[in-house]
């Protein structure tokens, strides 16, 4: 379970969020988390409910909300993913995920520097009310003199945030000044594994060799996206114009850590058809779900050209405070209940 | 059999016909790729280390281990004996075998030893605590200069380990064999 100084900690990232959207004229969407089709993906385990699962992601429904006529979209929920547990991951976390209709996936970039900047400075200067210090046993004095003294108000260190725009993270100051580094996925791997992303793909390596060569290596200096993905692993990104080889989808890295993960959204409902129908083939070898969501490819034709993105928030909270497991940023992990 | 989901650290799996034990682990994945189960292992008899990342699809055999309740009887040269308390068969393990558990092996210790496939002998766990009685203590001087307010002594065993400065010769301790440091000194 959390302290109350890393409960208020979350819970200024999630006003800061908040704040950062409302002010440039997002509106706040609530989609249901329970659902009875889910995007086909190989990969990814979804947690049953009933006849129904829990979302793996809310980005069907929120995708439709575009179709429906919304432009811009934010959304802040809890998803699930079974089998998915470890320093990095939980079971159930916690997704940021937006919509801007009109846009590219360099515009999401851009706006990730800004929102990130945004919640750093907001947990920097955060004064907190009314929440007791973290007191072991033999601070009693502490303990007396607070309860004293509890209109006054403690100014939270900046565990982890430097008000220059500095993010302290194991032992290393990773600078948020915009603008931070860019890296296709083809020049990483060339760099890291000294192999073609392209190939890694066709030798079934790439997941592998990311985790274990290229990954350590990203978002040191500044935070890092990684981007242009083989076409093969586009998942719903849309194909690149000038280079169809790859989709236009890119990884945010902060200290080697997956932060964000975004799109220039395909929007031809053929092609994502086609897609789910590759990811339905490996899924039923392992012998799941042989559905497609229908209503979402049904509306998929009124979507605009528009771009999107998921952010995992615990892990954004895990790096602005110095935390190097998910477990220390959430209120309660499966282990706690 | 185990699927790659139910390794952790601790868990005993048979790879190529012989006993491994999961030293370290760590779940990763790519938000939209494979799940790695990336593991550093241990081999139950050769002690060899080795790192190797596992897909959601690999399978483990168990390993067939077993404990039994034994008596230390003797050691001769560099084999330890062991006499199983119920069957009174006897084994040996080296001293290779028995690693750093030598330094407080007693005779007729009850100890758990480890078989694999039925009549291996390859490990054993001792007692948690254990009383030794102290051979050999310097007097404590005091303002030693490393600051500490403990002396060396040697047990019966010819363990050597750090006790508080009132343990004298001829004093039982109680030490913990995890850590093989010194609990509290037992009256007889």
Redesign the interface.
């Known amino acids: 379970m959390l302290s109350p100084q890393r409960l208020q900690q979350r819970s200024d990232l999630l006003q800061a969020v908040r704040t950062f959207f409302l002010s440039r004229s997002y509106i706040e969407v609530d989609t249901p988390i329970r659902q009875p089709v889910l995007i086909p993906e190989a990969e990814i385990r979804p947690v049953p409910a009933g006849e129904w699962f829990l979302q793996t992601s809310p980005e069907l429904c929120m995708k439709r909300l575009l179709a429906s006529g919304c432009t811009q979209i934010f959304q802040i929920c809890h998803c699930f993913r079974q089998g998915e547990t470890g320093r990095l991951h939980q079971e159930e976390f916690t997704m940021l995920e937006w919509y801007h209709t009109g846009w590219d996936y360099h515009d999401l970039m851009d706006e990730c520097e800004q929102l990130i900047g945004a919640v750093g400075q907001c947990l920097t200067t955060a004064t907190v009310q009314n929440v007791m210090p973290t007191l072991t046993l033999s601070d009693k004095s502490a303990w007396q003199n607070h309860n004293r003294q509890p209109q006054k108000a403690m100014k939270v260190g900046p565990r982890g945030m430097a008000s220059s725009q500095v993010l302290r993270f194991s032992d290393k100051k990773i600078s948020l000044t915009p603008p931070w580094q860019r890296l296709s996925v083809e020049e990483a791997f060339q760099k890291f594994c000294g192999t073609s992303a392209q190939q890694a793909v066709e030798q079934g390596r790439f997941d592998e060799l990311l985790v274990e060569r290229v990954e350590p290596h990203l978002g040191w200096d500044s935070p890092l996206f990684l981007y242009d993905y083989p076409v093969a692993l586009a998942s719903l990104a849309q194909q690149k114009k000038t280079d169809p080889a790859v989709a236009e989808r890119f990884e945010l890295y902060i200290g080697g850590i997956e932060l964000a993960n975004g799109f220039t959204e395909l929007i031809d409902r053929d092609v994502q058809r086609q897609r789910f129908y590759a990811e339905l083939e490996k899924q039923q070898m392992h012998g799941l779900s042989h559905l497609l969501p229908e209503k979402f490819l049904q509306d998929l034709v009124d979507v605009p050209e528009c771009a999107g993105i998921a952010l995992g928030l615990d892990r954004l909270l895990m790096v602005c405070v110095g935390a190097t497991t998910l477990a220390e940023v959430l209120p309660f992990t499966a282990h706690d209940l | 059999m185990f699927s790659a989901?139910d390794l952790r650290k601790g868990l005993k799996v048979q790879i190529d016909g012989e006993p491994y034990i999961i030293t370290e682990f760590?779940?990763?994945?790519?938000?939209?790729?494979?799940?790695?189960y990336?593991t550093k292992m241990r081999n139950m008899i050769t002690g060899n280390q080795f790192t190797q990342?596992y897909r959601s699809n690999d399978k483990f055999e168990k390993p067939d281990l077993e404990e039994r309740t034994m008596q230390f009887l003797y050691s001769q040269d560099d084999e330890f004996h062991f006499m199983d308390t119920s069957s009174y068969d006897q084994i040996f393990l080296t001293r290779e075998q028995l690693g750093d558990n030598i330094s407080f092996l007693m005779d007729n210790m009850e100890v758990q030893v480890l078989f694999f496939g039925g009549d291996r002998p390859i490990d054993i766990s001792l007692p948690i605590f254990v009383n030794l009685e102290v051979i050999r203590a310097d007097p404590w001087v005091k303002g030693d200069t490393s600051g500490t307010d403990t002396k060396p002594v040697t047990v019966e065993t010819g363990y050597k380990l750090q006790v508080p400065p009132f343990v004298e010769e001829g004093d039982k301790i109680q030490i913990d064999t995890r850590s093989g440091e010194y609990i509290t000194r037992v009256k007889e």
Do not use: H, I, V
């Open positions: 989901s760590d779940f990763s994945k790519p938000g939209k790729g494979q799940a790695l990336r990342t």
